[in-house]
């Protein structure tokens, strides 16, 4: 059965840098998503992207954070200067039309700011 | 904008026993979906259950099944026949229908634990 798939699952590194989490979603699906879980918290949704650009996005989406989708496998987030605050669990889902509700998600990416 | 309510932090079940988590949601919109979604210790997060709001029948799925009240904005969702699989903590969450872009709005989510 076709999954969305993440990497890293953990993911550590220093505040100040550059990340990028990796989601390969499911083949034929056109909606992509990113969620953020903070630890013990509610899942967050961050952005939305469908047609190779952003269709909404969150409060806590701001100039630090990106998304792309590089080569029509791939559906990245980058976050450019990583903060403490940004240590969470990070979810990729996707989507496969319109008229289709479920959100299929990844297993997640850990990521850990030091 | 929508909110996702969930009040019961944790709650706890003897296996096969029977157990409902609760949910209540604010929203001005009359079309939309409803889900739970169960993410256990792997932190994978699954879907449980589905309700369209437009459908006044309440969904069930095997062991699952959900009490839909629209005009309360509720939406419990019962687990009967508990199993220790079934140990995961539980999110509620809404979403607009009609909409292409499918934002999943979750609650706070319920720590379920079976005991044998």
């Known amino acids: 059965e076709p999954e969305v798939t993440q990497t890293p699952s953990h993911q550590v590194t220093q505040m100040g840098q550059e990340v990028i989490l990796r989601c390969v979603p499911i083949s034929n699906h056109l909606y992509f998503y990113w969620y953020r879980q903070i630890l013990g918290q509610k899942v967050e949704f961050l952005v939305s992207?469908?047609?190779?650009?952003?269709?909404?996005k969150s409060e806590i989406f701001d100039d630090q954070f990106s998304v792309e989708r590089p080569d029509g496998s791939n559906f990245t987030l980058k976050i450019r200067s990583t903060k403490l605050e940004d240590s969470a669990m990070y979810f990729c889902a996707s989507r496969p039309l319109a008229g289709v509700d479920e959100q299929f998600f990844g297993p997640g990416t850990r990521l850990t700011v030091l | 904008a929508q909110t996702v309510t969930q009040s019961q932090p944790e709650m706890s079940v003897q296996e096969a026993e029977t157990v409902t988590l609760s949910c209540t949601y604010d929203?001005?919109?009359?079309?939309?979906?409803l889900f739970w979604y169960k993410q256990p210790p792997s932190r994978q997060m699954i879907l449980v259950i589905r309700q369209e709001a437009y459908k006044q029948q309440n969904a069930t799925e095997n062991r699952f099944s959900v009490n839909f009240q629209k005009a309360a904005k509720s939406f419990s969702l019962k687990i009967s026949d508990s199993q220790l699989g079934d140990t995961a903590m539980y999110f509620c969450?809404?979403?607009?229908?009609?909409?292409?872009?499918?934002?999943?709005?979750f609650g706070q989510g319920t720590i379920l634990t079976v005991h044998p």
């Open positions: 992207f469908y047609n190779n650009e952003i269709s909404e």
């Open positions: 969450a809404f979403m607009r229908r009609g909409t292409s872009y499918g934002k999943l709005t």
């Open positions: 929203t001005s919109e009359s079309n939309y979906y």
